[in-house]
């Protein structure tokens, strides 16, 4: 440790040197997008579905001018108690914070008929 204190400028110029000599050998990011496409989530993660929904919402509605979000909430296993009260109260906190620019929020905790649409069946 001492030796590190001793000769401070040196591991401060290895450090730059390391910095330096990784920054070089960095691929063109460019070129790797051309070649190899641009990178996406892959199929079945939350984020996906999520996408598919907003796409298949602004297909019927005709709403594709609008910006909307849609939030989900995700569990490997069967979401809890727990985490169903903490996303529904995300949810009305959401709504409630009208200085976000929030003018309407689609919910199955507002309209249980939309629990068949927004809830999965097997609860994750």
Do not use: C
Not at 11 to 27: E, K, R, S
């Amino acid at each position: 440790m001492s030796g590190i204190i001793k000769h401070k400028w040196l591991v401060i110029i290895a450090w730059i040197l390391a910095v330096a000599g990784l920054f070089m050998a960095a691929p063109n990011m460019a070129d790797l997008v051309r070649e190899k496409g641009q990178i996406t989530v892959p199929e079945g993660y939350s984020s996906q579905l999520a996408t598919q929904i907003m796409k298949d919402v602004q297909s019927q509605d005709g709403s594709e001018d609008k910006g909307q979000a849609a939030l989900v909430f995700h569990n490997e296993k069967k979401l809890t108690e727990a985490e169903i009260k903490e996303a529904e109260k995300a949810v009305r906190s959401l709504e409630q914070n009208k200085e976000l620019g929030v003018t309407e929020v689609l919910t199955h905790f507002n309209d249980e008929s939309l629990k068949d649409q927004l809830v999965s069946e097997d609860g994750k």
